[in-house]
């Protein structure tokens, strides 16, 4: 069986992301140190699957964040309780939005502070 295991974006600030990570999603830091490269790094996410919050001093990205589909289009994340993980969303003080219940399950969108795009998705009955 082939999975995705992580994805790796550039954020401003990788401390301040991974903390929103580990308040909406419930997952934990499994790694936090220097990249090759020089910048920060931090895995957050569950055992077998995270995202990598990257940061070099030089490549930060743009003041706002990026435009809508650059660099990525959203990042998607199943969860089992779609209302309390919007609950968790909204206590972090972000806006969800673009709901939609559609086969094959329920979902709302919301930006982090700067500007990556997460889709939350449920597929409970």
């Known amino acids: 069986m082939t999975r995705l295991e992580h994805v790796n974006v550039t954020v401003s600030d990788p401390d301040r992301t991974a903390f929103l990570l580990e308040c909406v999603f419930g997952w934990h830091v499994r790694w936090r140190g220097k990249s090759a490269s020089g910048g920060d790094t931090v895995h957050v996410g569950s055992d077998n699957h995270y995202v ?52 094959p399950g329920r979902r709302f969108y919301f930006f982090d502070p700067d500007g990556i795009e997460y889709e939350v998705v449920s597929y409970a009955g």
Request: charged share 25%.
């Open 52 to 103: 990598a919050v990257f940061a070099h001093p030089a490549e930060r990205p743009p003041a706002g964040g990026f435009a809508k589909s650059r660099p990525l289009n959203h990042i998607g994340v199943e969860v089992d309780d779609l209302d309390a993980t919007e609950a968790k969303v909204v206590a972090a003080g972000l806006t969800p939005f673009n709901h939609g219940d559609y086969e």
